[in-house]
T-cell receptor
């Protein structure tokens, strides 16, 4: 295992539901990420947190709301989703986020398979 | 536009055979290139990471090459095993990108007995 856990592993929700995805890392990292992986598309970066501060929001619709209460936990709150939001949502963590370089390897969790009906 | 293209999209080989996966990128300025393995229903796991000055790097039966001049990389798998069945994703990082990685769509490899 990579040291990054995600719950739940599978989630089915209706378009009017509100749910949350949880990610926890046990690696002592300071940066955490949310990615969306849709079929036959590259991973899409959604949000980046560095030392609990959001440093990137990659034009994600407001129906996705991230929360990072501390460096070890990351949440993705979901509400009024659309069927096209069905995908694998991956969380990752890395060491101190700085200039891109060899040092900050990203470690991924197993993902949450989300289905919106 | 920064892009990463991988080929083939999918590949089926027999157990014990070798194979090579390709990655072309247009990311600039280049920082590093990684190959990830993603098993079905799991998150990606890093296999190798290469910087501008590295031409080849091995991790067991996996050998990655990098040609920074032509902006191409390959991942060679030797003596394939059933457990090698997975998606292999090429990921390129641009210098100063603050953690923003550019992902390829991946090559889905199936190893058959």
């Amino acid at each position: 295992e990579t040291g990054v856990t995600q719950t739940p592993r599978h989630l089915v929700m209706g378009m009017t539901n509100k749910k949350s995805l949880k990610c926890e890392q046990h690696l002592g990292h300071n940066a955490m990420y949310w990615y969306k992986q849709s079929a036959k598309k590259p991973l899409e970066l959604m949000f980046v947190y560095n030392f609990k501060e959001q440093t990137e929001n990659n034009s994600v619709p407001s129906r996705f709301s991230p929360e990072c209460p501390n460096s070890s936990h990351l949440f993705l709150h979901l509400h009024t989703l659309q069927p096209e939001d069905s995908a694998l949502y991956l969380c990752a963590s890395s060491q101190l986020l700085g200039l891109a370089g060899v040092g900050y390897e990203q470690y991924f969790g197993p993902g949450t398979r989300l289905t919106v009906t | 536009k920064n892009q990463v293209e991988q080929s083939p999209q999918s590949l089926i080989i027999l157990e014990g055979k070798n194979c090579t996966l390709q990655c072309n990128y247009t990311v600039s300025p280049f920082s590093n290139l990684r190959w990830y393995k993603q098993d079905t229903g799991r998150g990606p796991v890093s296999l190798t990471i290469m910087t501008f000055s590295e031409n080849t790097k091995s991790n067991g039966r996996y050998t990655a090459t990098l040609d920074a001049d032509t902006k191409q990389s390959s991942l060679h798998i030797t003596a394939s095993q059933l457990s090698d069945s997975a998606s292999y994703i090429c990921v390129v990082s641009a210098r100063g990108s603050q953690g923003n990685l550019i992902f390829g769509k991946g090559t889905k490899l199936s190893v058959k007995p």
